[in-house]
């Protein structure tokens, strides 16, 4: 049994274990010191920061709650509504990009899509025009109507016999997911414009619209192995018994891939929660979110400690909840998705 | 009208019959058919719309915005097009300084570093380049990635390693993604690879590890801002001790750099270990078996077999993070203020400050710049390295 042990390629020889130990030991105090860090400050009063460090509660300084009276009575509502908005606009957003995502990324497993690339060119053109148009002052409802009737036209008559190169579904998922490469702050100003000129600056909805956009990459990238392990058979069974397609989307593929879409929630809802750079753009006060109101604190004063630490682990308490849950689903998830490029 | 008398009811019928068969054009039936023939339209665009109104056309718009001025008027907006004018500034302009830092004296350690370099650098591409069949075209490519490359690292070493030199946020940006990226890979893989081993907890550190990566950036700034503040902080005793009591890391340049390092490397190090943890778990056993009984020892079991079976992985997720680093904004934003000076500044920080003074022309001429170096060192880095190590397989 020891010598099965022994050449057993994955476990240690005892002096490699304790190494392996010490350096595991290490990363853990690393990773877990700041967070303590974080709790024990929270509990300190303003002297126990300024006079130099305080290692350990009831013995070198006495907790004390004051902070956490601060934030949550005094301040009240001033603290209240930005954890709201993030929790309503981390939802609705995530709820969203699932439903498109789930969406798009089962047409992209199930059809074939042939899009010749003139119609997309010739799409994006009229998109252009209807964008001049609002620009030289045209209300916004018609340039948009006009562009997506010219479309359909296009569509309907001339194109059909255009060749050219076509586009198909690796295409189609390909360039969904390279969004994510994009940096947000190349976006960000003229979508900034937008909702300036729709008059959304500083709302939830203007927020809610950009972190779809910005998540549907991802959720793309991750839906797509789940839908690909579900048995054709199922789908055809279902076909034949008289469903359509929604209904078979409905009642078959969206349960089955019930953990996949969990999961993919999940992984959502924290990238939004924690979104720093386009709520820093698009809002101020009123939409105001944890990380614009954390980030905010330095400004008068100095930075406050303990008022501060109460404030992060406000707003981190609920993803490192979702950490601790979501462990294994992240794995596997974040390797299929690497894999697959 | 409130349902029909059901003694009309035969006479339509009659009607009905009477009449050469046509279906009703809107009926709820031929509706439901009809949405379900169009099902593979109706499912993807939402998502199509979504991503071309929020990603595509701000793109473009962006690209016209970095080609002219911007002017706030009363109720709007004025735009001129100005040509080149807002990346001329970058490059030789007002704004050179900032983008591209200011070039120092070469002296021999410069040299040195710049030879040394540059010297790998080429040795690595020519072999690159004569591991398959030669073409046309990939003697193109890699040309220009040699040119690019040299110039890159000219820049760098003018405005790093000399006196008098300061790097722009477009070198300080290279500093954040190649080092942080190198760093959170080596740290992740040797995590992934002890984690990976038959040792009793190993589910605890696996769920411990990977904690940073889904904490909010912001608060991760504050914390480390927190840590190693030299008065206040957990380490000032050690400070102290060492004499830099009176010394503050945010008043020197590569102190300030090396501090949104570490706070970019405890945040992002657990992406790298969970995927790659991920990869060495479902690595086969057989050829490590089969290589211990030939007598191989750990390293070259390591070298030799893990580390071509997990190759493809490993090289995907750094090209991953490539991209996500480029990206950088909130720890140097919150845990230095870019400070001192626009020393730890990124490239989307610098956009940020333009856009907040209204100079709305020459930030989206930065975040073109940047858009540029992602996707030329995207490429090159599939071209040469991800697709090199996803075909040995």
Redesign the interface.
């Known amino acids: 049994m020891a010598l099965r042990w022994r050449t057993s390629p994955t476990s240690p020889s005892p002096l490699g274990a304790i190494i392996s130990y010490l350096i595991l030991g290490f990363w853990t105090f690393v990773v877990l010191f700041p967070l303590y860090w974080l709790v024990i400050t929270a509990f300190k009063l303003p002297v126990h920061v300024n006079e130099g460090p305080t290692y350990i509660p009831f013995v070198d300084f006495q907790p004390s709650l004051h902070a956490w009276r601060y934030i949550l009575v005094d301040l009240g509502n001033d603290t209240l509504r930005p954890y709201l908005n993030t929790v309503v606009v981390g939802v609705t957003s995530s709820i969203l990009t699932l439903m498109f995502g789930a969406a798009a990324t089962y047409g992209l497993s199930r059809f074939t899509y042939r899009v010749r690339l003139a119609t997309a060119l010739v799409f994006l053109g009229f998109a252009v025009l209807a964008a001049v148009g609002i620009q030289l002052g045209l209300p916004w409802q018609l340039a948009v109507a006009g562009g997506l009737g010219a479309f359909a036209l296009a569509r309907a008559a001339a194109l059909r016999r255009v060749g050219g190169p076509r586009l198909g579904n690796a295409d189609i998922a390909f360039w969904m997911i390279s969004q994510r490469m994009l940096p947000p702050v190349a976006i960000v100003i003229p979508i900034y414009i937008l909702f300036q000129r729709l008059g959304m600056l500083d709302t939830r909805t203007a927020l809610v619209v950009a972190y779809v956009a910005a998540n549907l990459p991802i959720a793309v990238w991750l839906l797509r192995d789940y839908f690909r392990t579900i048995p054709l058979e199922l789908e055809e069974s279902a076909a034949i018994d008289g469903a359509n397609r929604y209904q078979i989307l409905w009642r078959i593929v969206l349960p089955l891939s019930l953990p996949g879409l969990v999961a993919t929630f999940l992984f959502i809802f924290v990238l939004a929660w924690n979104e720093y750079l386009l709520a820093l753009f698009l809002s101020s006060a009123k939409a105001q979110t944890m990380p614009l109101l954390v980030a905010a604190q330095n400004a008068t004063r100095g930075p406050q400690w303990w008022y501060m630490s109460v404030l992060i682990l406000l707003m981190i308490g609920p993803v490192i909840a979702l950490a601790i849950v979501l462990e294994r689903y992240i794995a596997r998830g974040l390797l299929l998705g690497a894999v697959r490029g | 009208m409130r349902g029909i008398p059901p003694v009309t009811t035969p006479q339509r019928r009659g009607d009905a019959v009477a009449a050469p068969v046509r279906r009703i054009p809107w009926s709820r039936e031929t509706l439901?058919?009809w949405?379900?023939r169009q099902?593979?339209a109706?499912?993807?665009l939402?998502?199509?719309l979504?991503?071309?109104?929020?990603?595509?056309?701000?793109?473009?718009?962006?690209l016209y915005?970095s080609l002219s001025r911007f002017q706030p008027v009363s109720g709007?907006?004025r735009i001129h097009y100005v040509g080149l004018l807002n990346y001329r500034k970058l490059l030789l302009g007002s704004e050179r300084e900032h983008f591209l830092g200011r070039l120092g004296e070469l002296g021999l350690g410069g040299w040195l570093a710049f030879v040394v370099l540059a010297a790998i650098g080429l040795v690595l591409l020519w072999r690159s380049l004569r591991a398959s069949p030669l073409s046309i075209s990939r003697i193109a490519g890699h040309t220009v990635v040699a040119v690019a490359g040299l110039l890159a690292l000219w820049l760098a070493v003018r405005t790093i390693v000399t006196s008098g030199g300061r790097p722009g946020t477009l070198v300080v940006t290279w500093v954040y993604v190649f080092g942080g990226v190198a760093l959170q890979f080596l740290?992740g893989l040797?995590?992934a690879s002890?984690?990976?081993?038959?040792?009793p907890g190993r589910r605890f550190?696996?769920?411990?590890?990977?904690?940073?990566?889904?904490?909010?950036?912001?608060?991760?700034a504050?914390?480390?801002?927190?840590?190693t503040d030299t008065?206040?902080?957990?380490?000032?005793?050690i400070a102290n001790w060492l004499g830099y009591a009176n010394v503050s890391w945010v008043n020197d340049p590569w102190g300030a750099r090396i501090a949104v390092m570490i706070g970019d490397l405890?945040q992002w190090t657990p992406?790298m270990f969970?995927?790659l943890?991920?990869?060495l778990e479902?690595q086969s056993?057989e050829p490590?078996?089969a290589a211990?009984v030939d007598g191989a020892n750990r390293w070259q079991?390591f070298w030799h077999i893990t580390l071509p079976q997990i190759g493809?992985?490993a090289s995907?997720?750094i090209l991953?993070r490539l991209?996500e680093a480029?990206?950088i904004?909130?720890m140097p934003?919150?845990l230095t203020?870019g400070g001192p000076g626009t020393a730890t500044e990124s490239?989307?920080l610098h956009?940020?400050v333009l856009?907040r003074s209204l100079d709305?022309g020459t930030?989206?001429a930065?975040?073109?710049s940047?858009?540029f170096v992602?996707?030329f060192v995207?490429i090159a880095y599939v071209r040469l390295v991800h697709r090199r190590l996803?075909e040995a397989l």
Do not use: H
Request: include cysteine; glycine fraction near 6%.
């Open positions: 439901v058919s949405a379900d099902a593979g109706v499912l993807v939402p998502a199509v979504v991503i071309l109104v929020l990603s595509i056309f701000p793109l473009l718009f962006s915005l709007g907006f740290v040797l995590l002890l984690c990976a081993q038959q040792l550190f696996r769920v411990v590890f990977l904690l940073p990566m889904m904490i909010t950036p912001v608060g991760v504050y914390t480390f801002r927190m840590l008065g206040k902080g957990p380490f000032a005793p405890w992406f969970i995927v943890l991920a990869a479902s056993p490590i078996e211990i079991i493809p992985v995907t997720v991953i991209i480029f990206k904004f909130d934003n919150v203020g490239l989307t956009a940020y856009w709305y930030s989206a930065v975040a073109y940047l858009l992602v996707t995207g996803t």
